[in-house]
Each structure stands twice: as structure tokens, then as C-alpha cells.
């Protein structure tokens, strides 16, 4: 019963490197999102999808690609990584866009230095 | 855009006791409200959620409560136990926008 899961946990890396946060789920759900969790600022959407092939920008994009070429996978990629992006990022997957509860992977905290 | 927060940043409360976590939101056409619960070092799960025709809901030991009239929503927790320690954050769904509140941080003490 995996549900959704978040590759890797941490990572560590120095200004300018690229990265590519992996996210698959089991539950065959459409709707898959991600977001970065900062001290005293709650959850920030980056990106979603709403089905594979279609994906769309949150609140916080900037940085950030993501594709969704299968409903299993959603990874998030970052270009040139900045200490700016330093944060917990979760990924999530829902039954529908939002009507529906959310589930969450267990997160990957980066730090960019 | 949706202004969410919650009244309190921190909460301590003695095992036994009930807790009451409380959130505002300012959208009006706001239909959807969903509590979760993010232990340390894991990602935030689902309690309970509530739609706009109710205003009340009832779980294991949560209840929710849904004020319109003053857009306000708030989270019960019955008998608090030392593995309701937690952040919990709410997330107000408007039409197909959602927002998550910044989370109140409950601590129970034993």
C-alpha cells in the first residue's frame, strides 16, 4: 500500500546544479501537484496536473518544470538550483482537482548552499 | 486572492483535555474545507473535511465546525492524546483554487 512516494529525502546542492525530484503514486489518481513547505508560510503550490500530458502553474512556478507523461510519475525539475529554493517540497495525488482530500509523500527536503 | 490563517500559531493543551484549532478564511464562495494533521518529519494526511451545505461533521474523536456567516472554520479534538501532538493546517477550496493556512502546532503535555 505505497501510496505516494517522494525520491529522495534529502539532498544537498550547491548553487547552479539541476536536480530532478521523482513522485509516482499507485492510486491511479489524475490530479497530482506539487509544493514547498517554508517556515511560517504554509503549503505553496508549484505545479499540477490534472491528467498525464497536461500540467499547469500554481502560485510559486518560477524555477520549477515539471511534466506528467504517465498518471503514475510527476517529477519536478529544477534548471539551476538557487539557495532561494532551499525548502521541504511534497508532492501530492487526489482523486479529483479539489474536491477531494489530498494524499501526501513523505517529502524531500533540499538545501541548496 | 483567499486570505486563510489561523488564530493561533501554537497550542498546548493537557492530555485528557479537548482542543479547539481554529481557521479563518475571507472568499465567501468557498465550498470545501479539509483538516490534515502533519506529524514531524512526514507529510501533512487528512482528518476530516466538510462541505459547504453542512456545518458540522463528525469523525473518531474530531469534529468539525463550519461557521459561514463569519467564515470561519474550526477543528475539535475530543480527549487530546500525546500522539495528537502535530501541525495542523486547513485548506479552504474555492471553486477549483485551494488554499492551505500557515498551521497551528499542538502540543500535548502529559
Known amino acids: 500500500n505505497a501510496g505516494v512516494t517522494q525520491t529522495p529525502k534529502f539532498q544537498v546542492l550547491k548553487t547552479g546544479q539541476s536536480m530532478t525530484l521523482q513522485c509516482a503514486q499507485d492510486m491511479n489518481h489524475e490530479y497530482m501537484s506539487w509544493y514547498r513547505q517554508d517556515p511560517g508560510m504554509g503549503l505553496r503550490l508549484i505545479h499540477y496536473?490534472?491528467?498525464?500530458?497536461?500540467?499547469d502553474q500554481g502560485e510559486v512556478p518560477n524555477g520549477y518544470n515539471v511534466s506528467r507523461s504517465t498518471t503514475e510519475d510527476f517529477p519536478l525539475r529544477l534548471l539551476s538550483a538557487a539557495p532561494s529554493q532551499t525548502s521541504v517540497y511534497f508532492c501530492?495525488?487526489?482523486?479529483?482537482?479539489?474536491?477531494?482530500?489530498?494524499?501526501f509523500g513523505q517529502g524531500t527536503r533540499l538545501t541548496v548552499v | 486572492g483567499e486570505s486563510v490563517g489561523l488564530h493561533l500559531p501554537t497550542l498546548s493543551v493537557q492530555e485528557g483535555d479537548n482542543s479547539i484549532i481554529n481557521c479563518a478564511y475571507s472568499n465567501s464562495a468557498s465550498d470545501y474545507f479539509i483538516w490534515y494533521k502533519q506529524e514531524s518529519g512526514k507529510g501533512p494526511q487528512f482528518i476530516i473535511d466538510?462541505?459547504?451545505?453542512?456545518d458540522k461533521r463528525q469523525g473518531q474523536r474530531v469534529t468539525v465546525l463550519l461557521n459561514k456567516t463569519v467564515k470561519h472554520l474550526s477543528l475539535q479534538i475530543a480527549a487530546t492524546q500525546p500522539g495528537d501532538s502535530a501541525v495542523y493546517f486547513c485548506?479552504?477550496?474555492?471553486?477549483?483554487?485551494?488554499?492551505f493556512g500557515t498551521g497551528t502546532s499542538l502540543t500535548v503535555i502529559p
Open positions: 485548506d479552504i477550496v474555492t471553486g477549483n483554487q485551494f488554499y
Open positions: 496536473s490534472v491528467g498525464a500530458g497536461i500540467t
Open positions: 501530492a495525488s487526489s482523486y479529483g482537482h479539489s474536491n477531494t482530500e489530498a494524499f
Open positions: 466538510i462541505r459547504s451545505n453542512m
